[in-house]
């Protein structure tokens, strides 16, 4: 459950900064406001990426998948639109074959290993 609360926290985050940059008038820089939602995508894709690797937990960049859907399909921007659904099916496809892993993982090992009887002095 915690992952589920960090992985809104990561998505929070970008969305912040995002926020920050449109508040503080360094929108522009030539890019354009779909370009900025790209780059705000790559960057939280590549932080739920790498806690994906980290703490080997896929419910963290569900998270990412779910609000990266949601953009895509509210976004006028045909970039933004494009880069969310690519990064949600990379991201997503990630946090299945992670969970596939574990789960294949965690069948391989026996479900009682048996332990030397403890003795008590």
């Known amino acids: 459950m915690l992952s589920m609360y960090g992985g809104w926290l990561n998505v929070a985050c970008v969305v912040n900064v995002a926020a920050a940059f449109v508040s503080s008038g360094l929108k522009e820089l030539g ?3 779909g ?3 790209v780059i705000m995508l790559v960057v939280a894709a590549l932080l739920n990426l790498g806690m994906l690797l980290r703490a080997h937990d896929p419910l963290w960049g569900c998270v990412f998948t779910w609000a990266a859907l949601a953009i895509h399909k509210d976004t006028p921007s045909p970039e933004a639109r494009t880069a969310s659904l690519v990064l949600a ?3 997503g496809a990630s946090c299945m074959v992670k969970s596939a892993i574990s789960c294949f993982k965690k069948r391989s090992e026996p479900s009682y290993v048996p332990h030397a009887p403890q003795t008590f002095s």
């Open 35 to 37: 370009g900025w939602t």
């Open 31 to 33: 890019w354009t406001a």
């Open 89 to 91: 099916v990379i991201v």
